[in-house]
T-cell receptor, first 113, second 116 residues
Framework: KNQVEQSPQSLIILEGKNCTLQCNYTVSPFSNLRWYKQDTGRGPVSLTIMTFSENTKSNGRYTATLDADTKQSSLHITASQLSDSASYICVLPSMDSNYQLIWGAGTKLIIKP | NAGVMQNPRHLVRRRGQEARLRCSPMKGHSHVYWYRQLPEEGLKFMVYLQKENIIDESGMPKERFSAEFPKEGPSILRIQQVVRGDSAAYFC??????????????FGSGTQLSVL
């Protein structure tokens, strides 16, 4: 069973619109939850890192929220730009290792002009 | 300050050949992680190394795969006798300290390995 599930798998929106990406996880307990952005053909870039005690964290037009009770996180993108087209990945530390991370499959976001 | 550098960006090998993937971490970083990514899938941890030491290789296949991070020079991921199933994007990441609660990983642009 996947420990990190992301939805939707893909999303197309018009430039300037807002969108929200979802992450459901079963990893427990956990020390932090991360969101990464991965452009096509590039390595992931960190957007936010939230500890379990944080409810929300912003990085420019990106705002991540965390509900530890329901084990859900969301990434909200405001006033989307063409450069936001990428995969957005939810990541949590593995329970089985001090060094391993569990990566979601990502949501592929396409921004259309 | 250059980021994590990986080379080559693209590598084509025939079945049975060897593939060598190189990763130079960010300046000052002594912790290196290798990941593999198949199309439409999430990254899969392979191995975690510190200078001259393999700390965790639990994600790396026992046969044909090896990794090193020598005192001088880049980290090397070596795949012997490649098979078509080895075709994937291989990413390297580095961090300043060992992975802790808020440690950020910095990724290279990856090496796309294609096995013919």
């Amino acid at each position: 069973k996947n420990q990190v599930e992301q939805s939707p798998q893909s999303l197309i929106i018009l430039e300037g619109k807002n969108c929200t990406l979802q992450c459901n996880y079963t990893v427990s307990p956990f020390s932090n939850l991360r969101w990464y952005k991965q452009d096509t053909g590039r390595g992931p870039v960190s957007l936010t890192i939230m500890t379990f005690s944080e409810n929300t964290k912003s990085n420019g037009r990106y705002t991540a929220t965390l509900d530890a009770d329901t084990k859900q996180s969301s990434l909200h993108i405001t006033a989307s730009q063409l450069s936001d087209s990428a995969s957005y990945i939810c990541v949590l530390p593995s329970m089985d290792s001090n060094y391993q991370l569990i990566w979601g499959a990502g949501t592929k976001l396409i921004i259309k002009p | 300050n250059a980021g994590v550098m990986q080379n080559p960006r693209h590598l084509v090998r025939r079945r049975g050949q060897e593939a060598r993937l190189r990763c130079s971490p960010m300046k000052g970083h002594s912790h290196v992680y290798w990941y593999r990514q198949l199309p439409e899938e999430g990254l899969k941890f392979m191995v975690y190394l510190q200078k001259e030491n393999i700390i965790d290789e639990s994600g790396m296949p026992k046969e044909r795969f090896s990794a090193e991070f020598p005192k001088e020079g880049p980290s090397i991921l070596r795949i012997q006798q490649v098979v078509r199933g080895d075709s994937a994007a291989y990413f390297c990441a580095s961090s300043l300290t060992a992975r802790t609660t808020n440690e950020k990983l910095f990724f290279g642009s990856g090496t796309q390995l294609s096995v013919l």
